[in-house]
T-cell receptor, first 115, second 117 residues
């Protein structure tokens, strides 16, 4: 069964500090992995997408890594800001068709940045 | 370009009632997907529509149904509401690209918060 596990469930850090969120998956065959940011009361917004051959991808202060051998991904946030407070969702797609049923969602990590 | 819009944003219903939620995709997007989001389960796929046809369906009971119109706008309906249907319902639209379908990005709307009392 395709699964995506995220850790930690929730995280509180001080403004300016760095943090790393984890995503482990058992989705097969693997196509790509996205990290989404979901602000409270809003829909998720894509941060990065990574394919099998990509190890690292950055989007501003967000850096995602992918280890396709161990089926692990991480999202590193540098110099956190209050606006980074949100839920971060890892989504993995199987290699088939492109329909929405090919997506497996993690339950997300709820990140709180304290001033 | 306007984003995905969903109406209404908030809804309160009682058990046994039915509800209809609406989603307008980004202009030019022909695929619309619906998800249920709860704190315990995360996002769960309900169904996907493309060109007015249901393309895929998740593991939800028949009380959950949807449709898509010729202008790609979509509605989902939940009949005989139960307390457990309380959730955030998200709609997402995407451009269906035959060249790289696996990389189609889903653009989400703000959701409709449904509370069943």
């Amino acid at each position: 069964k395709n699964q995506v596990e995220q850790s930690p469930q929730s995280l509180i850090i001080l403004e300016g500090k760095n943090c790393t969120l984890q995503c482990n998956y058992t989705v097969s065959p693997f196509s790509n992995l996205r990290w989404y940011k979901q602000d409270t009361g809003r829909g998720p917004v894509s941060l990065t997408i990574m394919t099998f051959s990509e190890n690292t991808k950055s989007n501003g202060r967000y850096t995602a890594t992918l280890d396709a051998d161990t089926k692990q991904s991480s999202l590193h946030i540098t110099a956190s800001q209050l606006s980074d407070s949100a839920s971060y969702i890892c989504v993995v797609r199987v290699l088939a068709g492109g329909g929405a049923d090919g997506l497996t969602f993690g339950k997300g990590t709820h990140l709180i940045i304290q001033p | 370009k306007a984003g995905v819009t969903q109406t209404p944003r908030y809804l309160i219903k009682t058990r046994g009632q039915q509800v209809t939620l609406s989603c307008s995709p980004i202009s030019g997007h022909r695929s619309v997907s619906w998800y249920q989001q709860t704190p315990g389960q995360g996002l769960q796929f309900l169904f996907e529509y493309f060109s007015e046809t249901q393309r895929n369906k998740g593991n939800f009971p028949g009380r959950f149904s949807g449709r898509q119109f010729s202008n790609s706008r979509s509605e989902m309906n939940v009949s005989t509401l139960e307390l457990g249907d309380s959730a955030l319902y998200l709609c997402a639209s995407s451009v269906v690209s035959g060249r790289a379908p696996n990389y189609n990005e889903q653009f989400f709307g703000p959701g409709t918060r449904l509370t069943v009392l």
